[in-house]
């Protein structure tokens, strides 16, 4: 049994096939350009791998925000993006009308969370957390083995933080809120604040400190929250793997021995860590949502 | 069939009788001195209660943090808490053996959480977060159904949040983390900084904008982590009902337009609402806890 996967994402798409057990058999990438041009080549791929194998469902892992309501009107749309092009875009429907399968729709966090549940790091987890670290910031939650959706969707990237003192220079890239933590610590905000791309700062730079800082003020009250068994952090920022022992640090800091569990107090590699599926949850995630339901 | 319910806070407890429908047949309250004398006066209630009804278990609903995880070695303990005569009592297991029926442990907040969920102001709704703001601050959350726990259990009191300008002199009173939420805008706190006792402030008082501008704080970050279907504000600082308006305001400010939904933009009261039981979520949670499992 076959399921199609699509990663819907701001810059490129990605497309596959792939099967219950995670195995991933195909995939192609496409840039994301209009809707109307991005969406008609992701539909000649599943034609095109249907002429050989039968496909039963696609999983479609969406940028977002989207409608995950299925009582909604707009069930299926991207809704508030900044990219204009795709703001109430009917992406759910514009590929069931195209390829007269169902397709199951969750954002990409929340499909990445997922995979990783199902076939990465976070197996035999839950509740989990999935953070992405890159142009933007988005975070999935898996409870009780399925993707956390209620009012809307986790909007994690968008948490309100404490800014450090030393960055009050910075007012923050957000278009909607400034400085909360997608606008303080995304790669956009590395950039905006020094002037030269993450992967141009030196490890011992400050601006790495302050990154650690604010990834960890936004994971503390994920931890105080949630209470996830583990948390997953991927995205480009978080290549930098001198990152994962400074944010553990800090946010050992934070809760300050209120939460008295040895994944936060010994700070070592098993309690916030990188997606044991690499640059694949996404896809992976996408396949599974498909597969699950 | 009936239940034993045992709402164990940190000044009183209350115990009491309820069916699975949540019709409380039952009840008495308990000074909380110490661990030895309170429980000794819980289990001399139900042994009186029993010998003219049948119950079949016993929700408890405590104060904490409580290890809830029950591969623990300290499964059932009231575990950091400030009040040093309970710290690292086995709550549960005392009662089990001075009983001989099945307990059924929790946080107090994810009880009266799961009572709201079944019998008062959140029914339908999924997920939902009950909030009390009193002499601490404590939340708990139902998702699918059930009270959510993971590596630990919630603790929404001591999320990390931004401190308002104005308030620059006061440092906040969380023996843990300062000036976390509970830390700012718990009913000492308000005492702390005010040298009066809330109960005291006029309406129109500045504190109140700053309690407001705190929860908001909170609430905003939590509509953004689990994106609640409904959010329930209890406990006694909440009795300040002149509170849900300015809260609900500044929680939209907080958003700014970006979880597009009614329930957020309206500001009307059926987003973040008190509790229906009114004082009895708690004990009706021990019930809901013991009639569930």
Redesign the interface.
Known sequence: MFFGGIEAGGTKFIVGIGDSSGLITDHVEIPTTSPGETISIVVDYFLAKRKSIKIDRIGLASFG?VDLNPKSTTYGYI??TPKLDWMNFDILHELEKALLIPVVIDTDVNAAALAEYEWGAAQGK??IVYLTVGTGIG?G?I??G?P?????????G??????SKIDYKFSGICP??KNCMEGLASGPAIFARWGVLGQDLSPDHIGWELEAEYLA?GI??????????IIILGGGVMKNDFLFPMIRRKVKE?L??????K??LDCNDV?IIPPGLKSFSGLAGAIALASDN
């Open positions: 925000p809704t508030n839950d509740p975070g939650v409870v009780n399925k956390l959706h209620g009012l809307s969707h986790p909007e994690i968008h948490l309100r933080i404490r800014q909607f809120h003020e503390s009250n994920l931890i105080l929250t949630i209470s996830p068994e934070n300050n021995n209120y939460v008295t569990k994944e936060i309690y």
